[in-house]
C-alpha cells in the first residue's frame, strides 16, 4: 500500500515527463525538475517539449489540476525519481554525471526515511553508486539504518516503454524493481503499483538494472540478424522481406525487420554497458553492434550504385526519425546516412523529407547541398528515392509516382 503522496521526478525528458504526468493523474502531488529553464516553462504552461501520443492531454490536465508542476530547483519531498539521461562515454564506458549531479540536488533536501528510485539504464552497480555517492555528501545519514543512523531508501526500477506507446506501456507493461535493500524494493514496488497495472516484480538492485540491458541488447541481436540476412539477400539476389515473411511461418521462428541501422537512445548505448562489463565475454553482444553499426555504409554504397556517376543526381530521402512515426531523431541512422551522403556526394542535391519537424537538425542544417523538401514535390524532382523511416505519411505514397526512379527502400515499405 503506498503512502508516499509526494514526489520529485528529476529529468523531464522521454520518460521521466510521461512518469511525472502519470504519477499526478493518480494524484500524486509531483514536481518535475529539469536543468532546462524553457522545459519547466513548457511544463507549467500545461504544455510539452515533444511528440508523443496523449501525452499532452495527461500534462495539460494534471498541471491545470495542480497536481504537477515544474521546477529548476530540486525541493523537500518523499520520494525521489531520477530518469536523466546515461549517454555514454568516447570510450564506450557508461557517463554518470547526469546522475550524481542529480544526487548532488537530491543530497541537501534529505531529512531520513524518503526513497530515491533510479530509473535511468545504468550499469550494473550503478544503483549502488548512486546510494553511497549520497551518503558520501550526507555522512549523517545510511543505506540500511546502521549504526542508529536514519536511513534512506534506494532503488532501480528501469523503465521499459516503447516510445510511440509510451502513456499505454507505463500502466500495462510489467515492471522490474530491484532495491539496495528488500525494504527499498517494497516501497518502491507501492508507488509503482499507483499508476502500473502490470506485474511489479522485486529483485535486487545489480540484477534489475542487468534484466533492462539485457532486454535491450537480446532486441539489438535479433535486429543485427534481420540486417545480416538483408545484406546476404542483397548479395544472392533474394528479397530479405519475402524471405523472412516466409521464415516467420515456422512456429518457432520470428526474425525482426532489417533496417538502415539501429537508431535511439537505448538500444544502441545499452549493450555496450554490458560489454564494457564484461569485455572478453559478451562477443556476440559486441558483434550485434557493429553489424548494426555498419549498416548505414552499406545503405550509402546502394545509393552511391543508384547514382551511378550521375553527379548532379537529385535524392529525395524519406525520413530522418530513428523509427516510424515519432519526432525523435537522437542517433538516428537516417540523420548519419543523410549527413553522409550529403558529404559524398557534394553536387548532388538531397531533399529530405522529414514531417516530423520543422527545420533541419544541427549536423545537417550546415550543408549547402542539403535542405529539407515537401514530399510531392521532393518525390517528383527526384532520380533516386532513399527510404528511411517507415512513417505512416510514406506509407500512402502511390507507387505510381516511383516510376522511372532508382528506389531503396531501407523498410520494406514497397516490395
Ligand atoms: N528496429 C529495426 N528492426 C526492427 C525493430 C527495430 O531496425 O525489427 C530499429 C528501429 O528502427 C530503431 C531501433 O531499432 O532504429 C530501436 O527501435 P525499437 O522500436 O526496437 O526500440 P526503442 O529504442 O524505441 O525502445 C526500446 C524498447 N526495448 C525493447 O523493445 C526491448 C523499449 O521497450 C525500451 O523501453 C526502450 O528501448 C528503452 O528506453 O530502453
Known amino acids: 500500500m503506498n503512502t508516499i503522496e509526494r514526489v520529485a521526478v528529476i529529468g523531464l ?33 500545461g504544455e510539452v517539449p515533444f511528440v508523443e501520443p496523449d501525452l499532452a492531454s495527461y500534462v495539460a490536465g494534471a498541471v491545470s489540476q495542480q497536481k ?13 525519481i531520477v530518469a536523466v539521461p546515461t549517454p555514454f562515454n568516447p570510450d564506450r564506458t557508461a557517463d554518470v554525471s547526469y546522475i550524481e549531479a542529480a544526487a548532488r540536488g537530491i543530497a541537501p533536501q534529505l531529512r531520513g526515511g524518503e526513497l530515491i528510485i533510479l530509473e535511468s539504464t545504468s550499469p550494473p552497480g550503478t544503483t549502488q553508486h548512486l546510494g553511497e555517492y549520497i551518503i558520501g555528501l550526507r555522512p ?18 528501469p523503465e521499459r516503454v516503447l516510445p510511440g506507446r509510451i502513456m499505454i506501456e507505463l500502466v500495462t507493461n510489467d515492471r522490474i524493481v530491484g532495491g539496495l535493500t528488500p525494504e527499498a524494493a517494497e516501497l518502491a ?44 539477400s542483397d548479395k544472392l539476389g533474394i528479397n530479405v522481406w519475402e524471405l523472412i515473411k516466409l521464415a516467420n511461418h515456422h512456429p518457432r521462428v520470428n526474425i525482426l525487420q532489417p533496417g538502415p541501422g539501429v537508431g535511439g537512445h537505448c538500444i544502441a548505448v545499452d549493450p555496450w554497458f554490458i560489454v564494457a562489463a564484461a569485455p572478453d565475454e559478451a562477443k556476440l553482444i559486441r558483434q550485434a553492434r557493429d553489424t548494426n553499426d555498419a549498416k548505414p555504409e552499406w545503405v550509402i554504397e546502394k ?23 515519432i519526432d525523435d531523431l537522437r542517433e538516428s541512422p537516417a540523420v548519419a546516412i543523410t549527413e553522409m551522403l550529403g558529404r559524398k556526394h557534394g553536387s548532388a542535391e538531397i ?65
Open 13 to 45: 525528458g522521454y520518460i521521466g515527463l510521461p512518469t511525472a504526468a502519470i504519477l499526478a493523474g493518480n494524484g500524486v502531488s509531483v514536481v518535475g525538475v529539469d536543468v532546462n529553464s524553457k522545459t519547466v516553462e513548457s511544463v507549467n504552461r
Open 303 to 325: 545509393v552511391t550504385e543508384r547514382i551511378a556517376g550521375k553527379d548532379d543526381a537529385t535524392v529525395a530521402v524519406l525520413g530522418l526519425a530513428f523509427k516510424a512515426n
Open 68 to 80: 504537477l508542476k515544474a521546477a529548476t530547483e530540486t525541493p523537500r519531498t518523499e520520494a525521489y
Open 140 to 157: 549523517d545519514l545510511s543505506l540500511d539504518g546502521a549504526n542508529g543512523k536514519q536511513s534512506i531508501h534506494v532503488a532501480h526500477c
Open 351 to 415: 531533399l529530405v523529407v522529414e514531417p516530423h519537424v520543422e527545420s533541419l537538425p544541427r549536423q545537417l542544417a550546415g550543408a549547402t547541398n542539403i535542405r529539407l523538401g515537401e514530399l510531392d514535390a521532393s518525390l517528383e524532382a527526384a532520380d533516386v528515392v532513399l527510404l528511411l523511416v517507415d512513417h505512416d505519411q510514406f506509407k500512402e505514397i502511390d507507387p505510381g509516382v516511383l516510376d522511372g526512379k532508382s528506389v531503396v527502400d531501407t523498410r520494406g515499405l514497397w516490395q
Open 189 to 232: 514496488k507501492a508507488l509503482y503499483a499507483v499508476f502500473c497495472q502490470g506485474e511489479i516484480l522485486v529483485t535486487d538492485a545489480a540484477t534489475a538494472e542487468m534484466a533492462k540491458l539485457v532486454e535491450n541488447s537480446y532486441r539489438d541481436v535479433n535486429i543485427a540478424f534481420a540486417n545480416e540476412l538483408s545484406v546476404i
